[in-house]
């Protein structure tokens, strides 16, 4: 998993390749992204961090 900049995934969401989720613009003025792969199984402290992020950012 990964959070970056939206420039840096410009040609990736499109094709959906990877998720876009917004952060509410009073906390920042870049859009970052949260990654990982299809399929993978994460590990319990990487799925507590998303899960985090998504509760916080909603």
């Known amino acids: 998993m990964s959070i970056i900049s939206e420039k840096a995934v410009q040609g990736y969401l499109e094709p959906r390749r990877l998720l876009k989720f917004a952060l509410p613009s009073d ?10 792969q299809k399929g993978c199984i994460l590990k ?5 961090f998303s899960d985090h992020l998504m509760k916080f950012y909603q």
């Open 44 to 48: 319990d402290y990487v799925e507590r």
């Open 27 to 36: 906390l920042s003025e870049r859009q970052f992204y949260m990654i990982y």
